[in-house]
């Protein structure tokens, strides 16, 4: 997600000073955004006696603006739920395995079966929803399960023989 790490030669002890801060910013100040947290840790460790190599050596690499899951608030927080696809024999679902999906975002799946078969059901949540070629889960706010299952299509005959017999 993200790194702070010095880009030069410093000392241990600038090192405690800026980490003490960054803990504290976290962890005591409830302060989230990534780049807040960095910017005011270099300046407190500079006036508690670290030298000013800490302002220019110590460096975030990453998105300023992230946020950390502690201190947020409720309504902010990120929610993700899992869709898990699977397919029998005979076929495919797109995506397959576990998808993650932001919650009341919609996330669609595509089911393709084979040459030589077709698609028999699909199952949503163990509810069979028949033989579809696509299925969206809209506004997702729970996890889910989609499976399908596929069947051999039944050959139209041809081949064989046809003898007639002549009698006089």
């Not at 980490?19 to 500079?46: M, P, Q, T």
């Not at 576990?98 to 595509?110: C, K, N, P, S």
Request: charged letters at 20%; one cysteine or more.
């Amino acid at each position: 997600m993200a790194c702070f790490a010095p880009s030069g030669l410093s000392h241990q002890w600038e090192h405690e000073f800026i980490s003490n801060r960054i803990f504290s910013r976290i962890f005591l100040d409830a302060e989230n955004r990534l780049g807040d947290v960095a910017f005011e840790s270099k300046i407190d460790a500079y006036y508690s006696g670290a030298s000013d190599q800490v302002l220019v050596s110590f460096n975030l690499i990453g998105d300023p603006a992230t946020r950390l899951a502690i201190g947020r608030d409720p309504a902010d927080r990120v929610t993700v739920h899992a869709v898990t696809a699977s397919a029998g024999t005979g076929g495919a679902i797109s995506p397959s395995g576990e998808t993650l999906v932001f919650d009341g975002a919609d996330r669609a799946f595509t089911i393709t079966p084979a040459a030589g078969y077709k698609t028999s059901t699909i199952t949503v949540d163990g509810v069979s929803q028949g033989p579809v070629a696509a299925y969206t889960f809209a506004d997702v706010t729970a996890d889910h399960t989609i499976a399908a299952v596929f069947k051999a299509e039944k050959s139209s005959g041809g081949g064989g023989c046809f003898i007639r017999s002549l009698m006089e």
